[in-house]
């Protein structure tokens, strides 16, 4: 990522973790199933200390759920391909006030000990800048 | 990021772009408005040929408004903080049946007309592989 140098403005830093996982267990149903799917995403989202604002999920057909979870930090994003055992989740949280990171770290591990992948891409990202 | 090399497991190719808006120009209140930046977002979403399945958006007080569009091909995500002039914006697009990257430009950049940035944090991030 490029550092606008020639830009000193203010902005706001953040943390932006991207996880893709490979060899998902789909075997229980109820991951497919968007309810169960959204429980499991806000309660873990509160579980880790991070503040709910909104959500919206939306289930494919035949299968597959996507969905997001607005936070007072930033956002939660997780799409699922049962099909292909596959599952994305990116936590991004700002760290305005204070800084975030573990609690984004614990939502994202918790989150992924629903999936059990047997492999991981995992990337951390810091938007912005600190001022 | 790194590549699972060791689990040649099947997964799903897409494409993420992840900006950051520096200098943003919010004297045009609008901007700071919920209504108004959500149907932005779903314009410029429809406009670039990507397939709107749900949104959810949030507005702060005293200002700032931060909302998702959940897309057929995966989300948008947008924050806006107007007290720092700073944005980011995520646009992730799955490309399985075919390569939404150039859609997903589209709709990045018609978004970033909006808010004439003085600096930007611009980075793309595969997410999986190809099979």
Redesign the interface.
Known sequence: ????T??P????Q?T?L?G?W??CDFSTPTLNDLDTLRTICLFATGDAGLEV??????K?KPQGV???V?L?E??L?I?T?PE???T?L?V?V?NIREDNTAKALKLYNSLKEYFHP??????R?Q??RKE
Chains 1, 2 share one sequence.
């Open positions: 990522m490029s550092t606008p020639a830009f403005l203010p902005g706001s953040g932006h991207l893709e490979y060899g604002v909104g959500d919206v999920f939306h494919f996507t969905g997001t607005l007072a930033s956002h994003a799409h391909w292909k055992k596959f994305t990116d991004y700002c047997q492999g991981e891409n995992f990337s990202v938007r912005g």
